[in-house]
Nanobody, 125 residues
Framework: QVQLAGSGGGSVQVGGSLRLSCVASGDTYKTKCMAWFRQVPGKQREGIARINLENRRTGYGEYVQGRFTISQDNAKNTLYLEMNSLRVEDTAMYYC??????????????????WGQGTQVTVSS
């Protein structure tokens, strides 16, 4: 099993920055694709960034492209999400997730069996 622990959320003003972290533990060798999702109450969870841990390729959702950067430090078993130029609409609960498939790394929620507990990001004007 893989355990994920997300952190780093908080309150920030429009235009500000935050960095989220997600520490993986347990059978971390199984994790081949990691991603960040976010969810607003009453809406579906949205995939916003992903990284293939085999080839290090990254991908982003259209609403965060150019503002957010996903990265992963193997030595620390930690996934990061650097968020810049934050907007009010970025307010959400942010979740990290991982799955064991090395051949496909998308942002479909049902593909991910392992999830962090969520960290709240609030952006105010």
């Amino acid at each position: 099993q893989v355990q994920l622990a997300g952190s780093g959320g908080g309150s920030v003003q429009v235009g500000g920055s935050l960095r989220l972290s997600c520490v993986a533990s347990g059978d971390t060798y199984k994790t081949k694709c990691m991603a960040w999702f976010r969810q607003v109450p009453g809406k579906q969870r949205e995939g916003i960034a992903r990284i293939n841990l085999e080839n290090r390729r990254t991908g982003y959702g259209e609403y965060v492209q150019g503002r957010f950067t996903i990265s992963q430090d193997n030595a620390k078993n930690t996934l990061y999400l650097e968020m810049n130029s934050l907007r009010v609409e970025d307010t959400a609960m942010y979740y990290c997730a991982a799955h064991p498939d090395p051949y496909y790394c998308g942002m479909i929620e049902s593909d991910f069996p392992w999830w962090g507990q969520g960290t709240q990001v609030t952006v105010s004007s």
